[in-house]
């Protein structure tokens, strides 16, 4: 046995939005069913240097097919300095029932892959069946997985993206350009779109309430660390809020400062996205005006989309096999 080294590329390559969207549906299925094993994310602060290190383990049981894995990831802010990414993932990717790592590969591409296909689950289940138009505000490198995985859910046609560097939208209209009318607008173009992704760093609300439509579904993604906050206070007490954990969601998800602050408590929040996955709680219904869906990114998904990389992966014969554990002529 041999375990397979598989770049950005590889993931990219290998990464199918539908697989990976059915796949992470199925990891918030499996959560809500109790039949996950995801330790809290644990982190190494290294102040000497500016960052840190952040490790996600998870067991995940689908019925039809589990998988067990860690995500070991980093954010070093001055990273860009030094010619590197400020953020560098890697995920290893390993057998339950014997522990062998069947797979390390690169955790950054996952990741971008595993948060839009989250996005596209919670559009799915709560945005209007008949939406139309997508409004993204942030045109980073995470704007592509939104578009491209939403597009899957819903039959997109009208896309606004809004970002303050314009080059950075020049590049991402020009990307879509073929496939989508697509235009650079302001915030509030956007938040009026029927489903609106919102991936910013910013720390200070940037979405106003009366920006948004009376139906539109929000994907909060931006807010990933205490502090971070995207959507206005209002916004949020007059939405369903749906999250992805409770733990991750009021310690570093969007509904981090206002929950800190008391402006938002227990009985603001709908469900858990695994609760509406399986029919637990209601998704959008005829009578539901703004949703918002709190996506801090969870342990799970990275497994579930790392198997979907691994398995198509390995059944196409690519990626750099390489025996790890030196098991080559073992009789072990």
């Not at 992966?313 to 025996?323: H, K, L, S, V």
Request: glycine fraction near 8%; aromatic fraction near 6%.
């Amino acid at each position: 046995m041999e375990t397979l080294l598989l770049s950005s590329e590889d993931v990219e390559d290998n990464a199918r939005f539908p697989d990976v969207i059915g796949a992470v549906e199925d990891a918030f299925a499996a959560e809500a069913r109790g039949r996950t094993v995801m330790p809290a994310k644990s982190y190494v602060d290294l102040p000497r240097y500016n960052g840190d290190f952040r490790s996600m383990p998870a067991y995940l049981d689908a019925e039809e097919w589990d998988a067990a894995g860690v995500k070991w990831v980093n954010v070093h802010p001055d990273n860009p300095d030094r010619g590197l990414p400020t953020v560098i993932g890697t995920m290893i990717y390993s057998d339950p029932e014997t522990a062998f790592p069947l797979s390390i590969m690169d955790g950054t591409e996952l990741t971008r892959l595993r948060t839009g296909a989250a996005a596209a689950v919670a559009t799915d289940h709560l945005a209007i069946p008949e939406a139309r138009s997508l409004g993204i505000v942030g045109a980073g490198v995470q704007s592509y997985a939104q578009l491209e995985a939403i597009a899957e859910v819903r039959p997109i046609e009208e896309v606004i993206v809004s970002d303050s560097d314009a080059e950075r939208v020049r590049e991402f209209v020009a990307a879509y350009e073929d496939r989508f009318s697509i235009r650079e607008g302001s915030i509030a173009d956007a938040a009026g779109c029927d489903v609106l992704s919102t991936v910013t760093p910013v720390e200070e609300p940037i979405v106003p309430a009366d920006a948004v439509g009376e139906r539109t579904h929000v994907n909060a993604i931006g807010a990933d660390a205490a502090g971070k906050h995207e959507l206005a206070d209002e916004l949020l007490r007059n939405a369903r809020i749906v999250i992805d954990d409770y733990e991750q969601c009021t310690h570093s998800g969007e509904i981090n400062v206002p929950w800190s602050e008391g402006i938002l408590t227990d009985d603001d929040l709908h469900a858990e996205i695994g609760d509406v996955v399986v029919g637990t709680a209601p998704g959008r219904t005829a009578e539901t005006g703004v949703t918002v869906f709190d996506s801090t990114g969870l342990a799970i998904q990275d497994v579930a989309t790392a198997r979907v990389v691994y398995e198509r992966a390995n059944a196409e014969g690519e990626g750099t096999p390489f025996d790890l554990v030196g098991l080559a002529g073992s009789n072990r």
